[in-house]
């Protein structure tokens, strides 16, 4: 029979010949909780899905002695898969592969994924989907000969337990400086093009709709929309770090390698996982860990003893940020992990450290299981250092303060704008000369749509500041979630 934790979601399998005729009580192994296994057919007043009260002279609860421990029986073990177009990740039960394989259609982009058996060397199917050789411990791989099933039949997503994963379409708009500051109003004016953009299509999409399609929305739709909170778009500075890592930056690689080498003694070129964006209290991990995270891999804290697994908590570090009961659920020492913004660390020594990443260094702060602080640097030649009240290891990164700047204040122009109905914000909101001229702007052509607006702007708006891309694991009418912006390195 199988059977769900209650409280973890954790999946098992146990024979029928140890559950008695009222149920058996199962100790989950991955979070202690009691589980109640009751045998098909059961019929008792005793809601099944629901722990028994402490066993009576009366009540109907299971026998003391008949309390057996998770270990005691099987997780049955699902194949993982990810799809070749798109990156999805899916688990799928090993009963449902048949010996020579299963076609799979992915829910997100409808590629068709052969999942193979574990173990599967047939020497004449040796070749991916993407038509290259493919090693023989591959599980998924192109067949001519397959049972075909239904999306339904498999799990979007897996952690350690076998439980589902749940991802979601997430996108970032990305703004990276590729020139030099040459006007400051002609700077706000380039960087408000792409934030109004990115706050359009943060609207839902049945909004969308009903205003007659993105290409009607005016920014007087737009103004009422952010007032009632569906238009809303934060900027996600973490992924500029995270960037930066990723293709080697001259400044930022290097000193994100010494600082995990000198404090933390991991060696080899760092990687990073970018773990969430925050928007309106929720959290998505945007950046496929599967590729680099193992079922070994560890979280360095500093302390001695064996390190927790990575991969086992990192799903209910996604969920305790804004469910506050699952923060129990993680391990003493690495509680404070769902504050993380990124995690950093070596794929080769399958070690990762919990790094928090704020604009500003005194809003720092240290919890369990975070042991680096990353914030933009205040001044030339600060070097990183071990910060014993917060422990943390503060590590200040090099950025062009200037183009932040005015990105900030691109983004409050496009905040006041939208809260005073699309139209001039009280010089208490926006005190800036230059600030108010560009709002003036926007106020000029609130009846036009957002679209025209951008296009129209472009002419007075600096040239070749920034380049926009988008990221995430998005598909067609994906809310943006996050603008991004990234500066040229100083």
Known sequence: ????????????????????????????????????????????????????????SSSPSVSPSAIFNASTVQAPAPIRFACDSCRAQYMIDAGKVGPKGVKVCCKRCGYNIVVRPVGWTSAQNLLSITGKEAVPSTVHQSVTESKVIDSSEVRLGLNSSGSPLETSPFKLAVETQIGEITDEMRARIALVRPILNAILHALQKERMERLGG?????????????????GDCGICFEYAVHDAICRGDRLIAPLINEVLE???????????????????????????????????????????????KLKQYIKIAEKAFHQPE???????????????????????MDKWVATTLKINARDLSGDAGLRIGIYPESRNGERPYLDESKNLIICPLPYNAGFMEIFYKSFLIVRQFLAADARLPREVALPDSVDRYVASELVARRAYAILDVIEALAPVAQPSLVESTEVGTFQQNTQTQAIAPIAKTV
């Open 262 to 308: 000198d404090f933390c003694g991991i060696t080899g070129n760092a990687k990073s996982i970018l773990f969430g964006a925050e928007k309106a209290g929720r959290i998505s991990l945007i950046e496929p860990a599967e590729a680099l995270l193992t079922e070994e891999s560890r979280i360095w804290v500093g302390n001695r003893g064996q390190p927790a």
């Open 214 to 230: 993105v290409a009607k929305i005016t920014l007087a739709d737009l103004a009422r929309e952010y007032r009632e909170g569906s």
């Open 326 to 348: 699952h923060r129990n659920l993680l391990p003493r020492s690495i509680r404070g992990i769902w504050r993380a913004d990124l995690f950093l660390g070596s794929a080769t």
């Open 1 to 56: 029979m199988y059977f769900i934790c209650d409280s973890c979601r954790s999946r098992y399998l146990i024979s029928d010949d140890k559950i008695g005729p009222k149920g058996v009580k199962v100790r989950c192994k991955h979070c202690g909780y009691s589980i109640v296994v009751r045998p098909a057919g059961w019929t008792g007043d005793t809601d099944s899905a629901a722990p028994d009260p402490p066993p009576t």
